[in-house]
């Protein structure tokens, strides 16, 4: 036998290996992405029952039944009633509306600040970045929850002091996080391209800086919605938040506080279960985006 018949035949191209079959889900939830996922549908579960209180609780929230109190966990109350014959689990899924509402509108204003002051300080530099970050070194040198208890305390109870405090502080972290960004960009070479074209400062900054730097600030948000969480239910829980009878999970625990030795749980246990459900979801949409946007760049 000659080495040309021993010999193993070429195949030919036509009759190669086929097309690789296409994945059924895009490339960034096939890597695995679980985080994200489970995350948003944590959070998404909230924010429907929140969405959709009057159809998903039975009872009011806030309407008293001196003839059904510290009820516990039955088929018409599954979380049972508090002190005052309230369904509780109305007061959680009406608490997660208020609660979260809070929480994410007061996430735009720190947002929009800190992005404007983190791409001004970081892109001109000299005595007007050193003026921004004296400002933001002021704001820190005091503890956060402190100073944000302190200015709710001057400004008074309910939502609108909840945003203004929360804003007063908040802006420095995406400040900070945003100048970084800024200040390696523009090192960049399609920088100095706008420049040399003739592209006016602010169109740079409006439309090739705040895309590119916003990435990180929109990862921290997740987390910083957390923050916000434990901001509402902490000052609620000490009566510097919301104003009562709306519902709210910090002042829910409060209430029920007085009751645990007497063996009455679930007014403190379900409200906390919403804040730890909450604040976990929120934690794995953050990574997850951190995540996905890793990737994709």
């Excluded at 509108?105 to 001109?124: D, N, Q, T």
């Excluded at 009562?244 to 379900?270: I, K, R």
Aim: net charge neutral.
């Amino acid at each position: 036998m000659t080495t040309s018949e021993t010999a193993i035949p070429l195949v030919p191209p036509e009759l190669g290996p086929g097309p690789r079959r296409a994945g059924w889900a895009p490339g960034w939830l096939r890597r695995h992405n679980l985080q994200l996922w489970i995350g948003a549908v944590m959070i998404g579960l909230m924010v429907l029952a929140g969405a959709f209180a009057p159809l998903v609780a039975q009872h009011s929230p806030t309407t008293p039944d001196a003839m059904h109190t510290l009820l516990g966990p039955s088929g018409s109350h599954p979380f049972g009633t508090d002190n005052l014959g309230r369904d509780i689990f109305a007061r959680v899924v009406y608490g997660a509306r208020s609660d979260l509402t809070i929480a994410v509108v007061a996430v735009i204003a720190p947002f929009l600040i800190g992005l404007v002051f983190g791409i001004v300080s970081g892109y001109f530099g000299g005595w007007i970045d050193t003026i921004m970050m004296r400002l933001a070194d002021i704001v820190t040198a005091f503890p956060f929850f402190i100073l944000v208890i302190a200015l709710v305390f001057v400004l008074g109870n309910g939502a609108w002091s909840i945003f203004v405090a929360i804003t007063c502080v908040s802006w420095v972290a995406y400040a900070r996080l945003v100048r970084g960004e800024a200040m390696v960009l523009r090192n960049k070479e399609f920088v100095a391209a706008c420049q040399a074209g003739g592209i006016s400062t602010w169109r740079i900054l409006l439309r090739h800086f705040a895309p590119n730097v916003a990435t990180q600030a929109i990862v921290y948000a997740m987390s910083d919605i957390v923050m916000n969480v434990g901001v509402i239910v902490t000052l609620s829980y000490f009566g510097l938040g919301i104003v009562p009878p709306t519902p709210d999970w910090g002042s829910m625990m409060a209430d029920g506080q007085q009751f645990l030795a007497g063996g009455y749980y679930g007014m403190t246990l379900f409200p906390a279960g919403a804040v730890i459900w909450t604040s976990l979801a929120l934690s794995f949409v953050g990574d997850g985006l951190a995540h996905a946007l890793r990737i994709e760049r």
